[in-house]
DNA sequence: ATTAGCACTCGGAAATGATGAGTGCTAATA
DNA sequence: TATTAGCACTCATCATTTCCGAGTGCTAAT
């Protein structure tokens, strides 16, 4: 079977797509020529259909339906059939409108980018929080609770801030606290989190930091607090899925819901994309998560200087508007990266 | 008509109300006298069911179905007829499993809390995260990030930290913020982030800070960065309520995950809570928000010493297990409080 | 190579009917 | 007088049937 398609074949490919990415019902060979200006009869659009099908491109639901695209159909229009198309003006002004950093923390600045992404692409907007660990300390600080309780604060390049609680078995004194910060913050100053970690235990095996016991006690107190969190993702817009006809019944909306309350795979889906810089898109299967059955994800990297920090996009239903989605990710990412530039 | 009821007509309600808990069917006649011992016929039972309708604690869908609880029904079932019970064991053990600070911050703490009020339940679970303007300050830092840009970083008293990033128009040496948040750091201690915000107010306006104008400028940079956040809240467990067969179409479960999304409503419903202490119920149309219609809320408020924090607690449908749910709200709320108490 | 024509398929909507849980009322009963 | 048995009636639910039409594949004509 020869893969390579007629220019026509691809044309009627492409109509059958466009036409079930708004309509979500299967097309018919009719509809194909009545909706697009195409000069053929039903009848060898007909033919033309059922080679797709016969090559993987086209599924019929039932013998007497029309036809809908595959993944892999999809993946050929992203790849080859869709040309590259620029942000509308009225979505890039709305994308725009959202980015400012001032009197708000990371995370809200990306909480609110994923509500953003949903909101302009009517979809669902995810946006995963730069990994900690890869992340430079700026800054370390401790600070006395009550009790025997210490509140670590720690905050990384890009600004963004992790605190934990820890319980010691010393009682320190406010200053004994300040005099830790300053030692640790000179010792740490300038590495990535997983260098601070090594460089932790380094510095214990080391006899010569033995001499000062608060120190040596500073070192122990700090390893307990580095961050063992998992990133945290932002998925905002989960109603609008709730539109879509494909998800009308309550069995699939369930799974759905479920995965997303589970978020530890959708990481691991995500992660992926973090190596690979730029735009990346898995439609339906392609994700190897049964439950992303019937979705699709289009996500970027955001960085700053050449330091990848998380990742963005929208999930959708298979049959999404990427013509539109694909720029606006593309278009966010590359607003984001720039906000969180700190020179 | 006399609302008194007689103690036969409330046991009969009573196992109506009990039934369709545990169903979500109509209950009919012949129901309540097979699965409850009484000994009484149907037709007897009929009777009382129609004095029932009729002063509306009871309701039919239509002529041939059985008959369902009205709010009314719930919220006399909750104040007069329902016991104090215990908390199951393996529950108690549940939450205090799921007690514990170290190695978390305080929104952790509060998120998984409210995770775990979901799972015990099987409902959602709510948790509203305290009232920031409320609390005392403990711990100012500025740290500046990349250009212009500082990062504020505030500890409260009950160890909830929250930073923001600041745009300033001067640019400050690391030293400058050193000396601008020890300046700060005397200022304001022990007031409330309410108090504070006054303070600054009060202090802009003397004359005799502007002898320094570094210290002035704190006073300014400080002023901008009190949180203007509403307050944070967790709903967990959306998922369980697909399960529920009231739910079942689409159409309605739409508007609750609408809701739920929107979340200011909902902090205005409990933020009502936090005035009176201790256990709180909403049931249906109580709560006067008609996404709410079919819903119950129980709430219970958190707090260490006498100052309350915040309100957590179960949402589920109005044919909740109140009997069930209640002594865990309750004791949730008291082991968070301990845990959260700082000395 | 394209198209008109036609028999055929099959899901979905509407119509029909049987089932049975549940009711309200009346008259008999304790 | 309160309770209960009996009975006619109601109405949602479910299974069955029927009908309709969009869409197909094939064949023969253009």
Redesign the interface.
């Known amino acids: 079977m020869r893969d390579n398609l007629t220019e026509r074949s691809k044309q009627i490919l492409e109509a059958i797509i466009e036409d079930y990415i708004v309509t979500a019902e299967p097309v018919g060979s009719r509809t194909v020529t009545r909706r697009h200006g195409l000069s053929l009869s039903p009848a060898t659009v007909r033919n033309v259909m059922a080679d797709l099908e016969e090559m993987g491109f086209l599924a019929s639901p039932h013998t007497s339906a029309g036809r809908v695209p595959t993944d892999k159909a999809y993946r050929l229009y992203v790849d080859s059939l869709l040309g590259v198309r620029k942000v509308a003006r009225e979505e890039r002004e709305e994308i725009r409108k959202h980015c400012s950093?001032?009197?708000?923390?990371?995370g809200?600045v990306l909480h609110e980018t994923s509500r953003m992404l949903s909101s302009v692409s009517h979809y669902m907007g995810i946006v995963v929080a730069p990994h900690f660990a890869a992340n430079v300390l700026?800054?370390l600080?401790f600070?006395k609770?009550?009790?025997r309780?210490i509140?670590v604060?720690l905050?990384s390049q890009s600004?963004s801030?992790?605190?934990?609680?820890?319980?010691t078995a010393d009682d320190f004194s406010s200053n004994d606290l300040v005099r830790m910060s300053n030692y640790l913050n000179e010792l740490l100053a300038g590495l990535t989190i997983a260098q601070v970690r090594n460089r932790l235990l380094e510095e214990m095996e080391n006899a010569k930091t033995r001499y000062d016991a608060l120190l040596s006690k500073a070192l122990q107190l700090s390893q307990?607090?580095l961050p063992?969190?998992d990133s945290e993702v932002f998925i905002?817009?989960?109603?609008n899925i709730?539109?879509l006809p494909e998800f009308?019944?309550?069995g699939r909306?369930?799974e759905i819901?479920?995965a997303f309350?589970e978020k530890g795979q959708l990481v691991g889906l995500l992660d992926q994309c973090l190596g690979a810089q730029g735009i990346n898109i898995f439609i339906g299967a392609e994700s190897r998560l049964s439950q992303m059955a019937g979705l699709s994800v289009i996500t970027s990297t955001y960085m700053t200087g050449r330091n990848t920090l998380g990742v963005l996009g929208v999930i959708g239903p298979t049959r999404m508007g990427y013509a539109k989605v694909i720029p606006i990710v593309d278009y966010t990412a590359k607003m984001v990266s720039r906000l969180l530039?700190?020179?």
């Open positions: 950093l001032t009197g708000k923390d990371i809200e700026r800054h600080e600070v609770l009550g009790g309780r509140l604060i905050v600004g801030v992790q605190n934990k609680i820890v319980e307990q607090s063992d969190k905002e817009g989960q109603s709730l539109e009308a019944d309550v909306m369930k819901f479920r309350e530039e700190m020179e």
